[in-house]
């Protein structure tokens, strides 16, 4: 329980420091909706997301108001959808997309396949539809896992989906090519992870869960200002005491949730996700540690620390901290990210070297429009290689901005925000992708 000094830290947090609860996230396992056509199935999907679904937004509305945490997002995650079905799966696309409206949700994440070690007919038939899919919905988020620590990487799939991508930012170009910003692709997908566009429900999980991703990198870089100069083991220890405060909050609207919906609390997701918002980036965290700019000598090890702490300081607030837990680096999402990237100190290369500490990956990046696929499946597997050798999450989520060049701007509104499209090495990797098959698991994912 939350005690008076833990009630007025909160509302400080609250009023000067954007700290908010970013999503109440509910996963639905739809396997007992399997129909005997892909029609029957959607109809099912439907019925059973709208039912369980049916109180979410009004009870985090509720809990929102009675308590005076902001709740920014209430989201609905489900089973890949590749396990539905062997056959067309665009009606249980739609049928998914329309719950989610009728619900009142922001998104609805698990239009998902997971292929790290090979692809099944419905896999295939998945992925293919998506550029359709994301064209046509509103709501829907689409990921794909495409390598593993224990798998290697698929690299038939990472070169597919270099071409998912292109083709799904060729139909939708006339909105700056949106549906690439509801699309992810992974190494080492996680079942419980709240925040989108990668969110799904993992065989694992249970017939209904509730996760919920706390967000408060503004809170973090005040406690940092407090301490100027001070050495890194004091930095370490104000973020890791801070990021318990946070998390504190986020089991008790996550157990509170849980309790008014009837559903099992699964995990709190203790990640630093920006916004738009001057004063809610994770860049000036960064800086605060005495960098001039994000970008600059010494950014990645300023986010391997901040990740570090991050993660320390939830888990020993919550016996339930899960999903990725971390430090996100969106730069669309992220002011100060925004700012480097437009300054140039900020590049794709020293994004991906950011990415082998940080929580996800290349995130929410515009790239020129006349990027190839084969270019896109590139940087797809190098991501990959970070994510399978170090044993953690990585995601590619990139944009290439049709009809535009790098040095322009995208612009996508609310929290997806706005980005500048950054240069992409011009090498020609199409050799290299053309090769297929997969890229052997490590020597160290033999662990049994």
Do not use: W
């Amino acid at each position: 329980m939350l005690n008076i000094q833990d009630i007025s830290e909160t509302i400080q947090m609250i009023r000067d420091d954007h700290f908010d609860i970013r999503t109440i996230t509910l996963g639905i396992n739809l396997l007992g909706c399997i129909a005997e056509t892909p029609e029957r199935t959607a109809e099912r999907v439907y019925d059973k997301v709208t039912r369980t679904a049916q109180y979410l937004v009004s009870t985090g509305e509720d809990i929102e108001r009675e308590l005076g945490i902001p709740i920014v997002n209430k989201r609905i995650a489900v089973t890949p959808v590749s396990m539905l079905t062997q056959q067309d799966p665009v009606p249980i696309a739609l049928a998914l997309d329309s719950a989610a409206k009728e619900t009142g949700v922001n998104f609805l994440g698990g239009y998902t396949a997971l292929m790290q070690k090979g692809a099944t007919d419905a896999d295939e038939k998945l992925i293919r539809s998506i550029p359709q899919v994301l064209n046509e919905t509103s709501f829907l988020c689409s990921s794909v896992n495409v390598a593993s620590t224990r798998a290697g990487i698929n690299m038939n799939a990472v070169r597919e989906m270099g071409q998912i991508i292109r083709r799904t930012a060729e139909l939708t170009a006339d909105r700056d090519s949106l549906g690439c910003a509801k699309l992810v692709v992974f190494a080492n997908a996680v079942e419980d992870n709240p925040f989108m566009a990668g969110a799904f429900v993992g065989p694992g999980e249970p017939e209904a869960v509730i996760n919920v991703g706390v967000s408060g990198p503004g809170v973090v870089r005040a406690a940092l200002q407090k301490i100027p100069g001070a050495p890194f083991d004091v930095v370490a220890e104000t973020i890791k005491r801070t990021a318990f405060k946070i998390t504190r909050v986020g089991q008790l609207v996550a157990r509170e949730a849980s309790n008014r919906l009837g559903i099992p609390f699964g995990i709190v997701d203790l990640s630093l996700a920006p916004t738009p918002a001057r004063g809610d980036s994770v860049a000036p965290i960064l800086e605060e540690m005495g960098l001039e700019t994000v970008g600059g000598p010494g950014t990645t090890a300023a986010l391997a620390l901040l990740n570090d702490a991050v993660k320390k300081g939830g888990v020993m607030a919550s016996n339930h901290v899960g999903g990725l837990s971390g430090a996100f680096i969106p730069v669309s999402e992220d002011a100060g990210m925004i700012a480097a990237a437009e300054k140039g100190t900020l590049t794709l290369e020293k994004l991906e070297a950011m990415t082998s500490v940080c929580s996800v990956g290349l995130d929410m990046i515009a790239i020129p429009g006349d990027t190839s696929a084969e270019t896109i499946s590139g940087i797809i597997a190098d991501e990959m290689a970070i994510g399978m050798i170090n044993q953690k999450t990585t995601a590619v989520r990139v944009i290439p901005a049709i009809g535009k060049q790098a040095g322009e701007t995208v612009r996508f509104g609310g929290l997806l925000g706005e980005a500048p499209i950054m240069p992409v090495n011009r090498a020609d990797c199409s050799a290299f992708i053309a090769r297929g098959g997969r890229i052997p698991a490590p020597i160290h994912s033999l662990r049994n």
